[in-house]
């Protein structure tokens, strides 16, 4: 594979589509930290609230736990957290490719109209003995049928992850990362109360902004574009 591109520049506004509250912390967060610096605009849209997210934890609590956490991991890259960030409220760990959720995608992109979109990664896995979460993979599939349902286009579509084509260098933007995903504190807490909740963060950063060249970076693979 040929050594990854750098990430497009000339672009002024993108479209995070995710299913979950802390999906764009795990390798977007310090991307979107340099993009806002830049003044660039990010919104983010999230199928659900993540009710189903907290283990022990009733739906109608968890959910506005992980909204308000959203809320905040979005205000520390930059992004508004309340004009900036939205929830469909499709059900949180049954988020399939329906024609809702595309005709959904669908409507949020020809309203946002952003120049760039990207979700999350969704192979079938990490690794050998890493699935991808159903939810990930059923939900990055319905954005590219949404995308392609479009009659105008955004000019590039990226998944977040793994085999990269672009990259951005984040050097100065990795602890606005950990930061954001440090503000999903209650949901790490009890995802692994054995290791303190920036431990966690700062690992999930450091997986997900490798060294290359000398920089730290962010990973995206290219899905769809319309520009030649």
Known sequence: MSDPLPFPADWESLLVLVP???????????????????????????????????????????????????????????VDPIEGVDFWDFPDSNIRNTPALRAKIAAVISEARPDVVLTIYGGERFGPDQPNQRDHIEFAAAVTDAWDTCNDPPRWLFQSGLEPTHVETVDDYVDAAVDALAAHDVYLSVLDPATPVREQARRVIDMTTPAQAGHRVAGFSLQRSTVA
Do not use: F
Not at 31 to 59: D, F, H, N, Q
């Open 20 to 78: 979950h509250p802390d999906d764009p912390e795990y390798g977007m967060a310090a991307a979107v930290a340099k993009w806002t610096a830049a003044g660039k605009t990010v919104r983010y849209s999230l199928a659900c609230r993540g009710e189903a997210g907290i283990a022990g934890m009733p739906p109608e609590q968890a959910g506005p736990i992980r909204d308000a956490e959203q809320r905040r991991a979005a205000a520390i890259v930059g």
